[in-house]
């Protein structure tokens, strides 16, 4: 190869690498950095001895012990713990949508007295962290488990309720904006084919805004299993309790940390959120408003 022929060669990858080679490393970094904390957690699951001093050394030991202990365990009910966390999250995804795109649907497509006045409510309430209102949902729910104990503290039905009163005001306003992307041209014609209010919403409005309905839900249910706090004041019983709540109790002890068994259900409890994001990732990466109107 003659000489010119090696300076034309790298003068080329050097404006490849200018272009795009540099993204392709920070890609590599980035991805390198996400996704350690995973295979961590993954090799102390799988590391016999329940301590994460001998997991340093990523998967020196593999056993699937802490597993098995921790859902054969009677002291640990991981799969009651497993269960209210899978029914409190997905009733309170599929409640959050459904109650956020029917109150986005009348802010974006309905003129009344308060419209305005409730948009900026709800930002302003969204200011406030929820760490603020622990001690009045405590209260609260005290309150109201004295005439229905249904719905009141160590409830799953309470906590329910608390969750989507949290989220009802950030996930409307989210969906409002989605909502406006939609052309009100589509309302007016299906208005003139005799389509009320209710028909437009659930046969046209709902198909259209697929991605934003789907966006919320991953990340109603994902704030449903990852919350910790709420959960803790309003569920007192063991078997009641989330895997965020549960769990903790594993490693509260430092001298009788388990670890391992932690890692475990950690993993484990990850599984939902995993498929549930792959069940909805051809809602969130497709816009299906392309070509509603011609």
Same mark, same amino acid.
Request: aromatic fraction near 12%; proline fraction near 3%; avoid cysteine.
């Given at each position: 190869?003659?000489?010119?022929?090696?300076?034309?060669?790298?003068?080329?990858?050097?404006? !490849? $690498?200018?272009?795009?080679?540099?993204?392709?490393? &920070?890609?590599?970094?980035?991805?390198?950095?996400?996704?350690?904390?995973?295979?961590?957690?993954?090799?102390? #699951?799988?590391? /016999?001895?329940?301590?994460?001093?001998? #997991?340093?050394?990523? %998967? #020196?030991?593999?056993?699937?012990?802490?597993?098995?202990?921790?859902?054969?365990?009677?002291?640990?009910?991981?799969?009651? !713990? %497993?269960?209210?966390?899978?029914?409190?999250?997905?009733?309170?995804?599929?409640?959050?949508?459904?109650?956020?795109?029917?109150?986005?649907?009348?802010?974006?497509?309905?003129?009344?007295?308060?419209?305005? +006045?409730?948009?900026?409510?709800?930002?302003?309430?969204?200011? %406030?962290?929820?760490?603020?209102?622990?001690?009045?949902?405590?209260?609260?729910?005290?309150?109201?488990?004295? !005439?229905? /104990?249904?719905?009141? =503290?160590?409830?799953?039905?309470?906590?329910?309720? &608390?969750?989507?009163?949290?989220?009802?005001?950030?996930?409307?306003?989210?969906?409002?904006? +989605?909502?406006?992307?939609? /052309?009100?041209?589509?309302?007016?014609?299906?208005?003139?084919?005799?389509?009320?209010?209710?028909?437009? $919403?659930?046969?046209?409005?709902?198909?259209?805004?697929? /991605?934003?309905?789907?966006?919320?839900?991953?990340?109603?249910?994902?704030?449903?299993?990852?919350? $910790?706090?709420?959960?803790? *004041?309003?569920?007192?019983?063991?078997?009641?309790?989330?895997?965020?709540?549960?769990?903790?109790?594993?490693?509260?002890?430092?001298?009788?940390?388990? !670890?391992?068994?932690?890692?475990?259900?950690?993993?484990?409890?990850? =599984?939902? *959120?995993?498929?549930? +994001?792959? $069940?909805?990732?051809?809602?969130?990466?497709?816009?299906?408003?392309?070509?509603?109107?011609?």
């Amino acid at each position: 190869m003659s000489a010119t022929a090696l300076t034309d060669r790298r003068r080329s990858f050097g404006r !490849w $690498f200018a272009d795009l080679g540099w993204r392709h490393v &920070v890609g590599i970094i980035v991805t390198a950095f996400s996704l350690l904390p995973i295979v961590f957690v993954i090799s102390s #699951s799988l590391n /016999p001895r329940g301590t994460l001093t001998g #997991s340093n050394a990523l %998967f #020196s030991a593999i056993g699937f012990d802490s597993y098995v202990r921790i859902v054969s365990d009677p002291k640990v009910p991981f799969l009651a !713990w %497993f269960a209210n966390t899978l029914i409190i999250a997905g009733i309170t995804a599929i409640l959050t949508v459904f109650l956020g795109a029917l109150a986005a649907y009348a802010f974006s497509r309905m003129r009344f007295t308060g419209r305005r +006045f409730g948009l900026i409510t709800i930002v302003v309430v969204q200011m %406030f962290p929820q760490l603020l209102a622990v001690v009045a949902i405590f209260l609260l729910l005290s309150a109201i488990g004295d !005439w229905f /104990p249904a719905i009141g =503290l160590n409830s799953r039905i309470g906590l329910i309720l &608390v969750y989507l009163g949290g989220a009802l005001g950030v996930n409307t306003y989210l969906m409002y904006g +989605f909502f406006n992307t939609v /052309p009100q041209s589509i309302d007016e014609a299906a208005k003139i084919d005799g389509a009320s209010h209710v028909r437009v $919403f659930f046969t046209i409005i709902l198909r259209l805004v697929a /991605p934003i309905l789907a966006v919320v839900a991953l990340l109603s249910f994902i704030g449903s299993v990852n919350e $910790f706090v709420v959960a803790s *004041v309003v569920l007192i019983d063991t078997e009641n309790q989330t895997l965020a709540v549960g769990l903790t109790k594993l490693v509260s002890n430092p001298r009788y940390a388990d !670890w391992s068994a932690f890692s475990a259900g950690a993993v484990m409890a990850a =599984l939902p *959120v995993v498929a549930l +994001f792959l $069940f909805l990732q051809k809602y969130i990466v497709g816009g299906l408003t392309a070509g509603a109107v011609k």
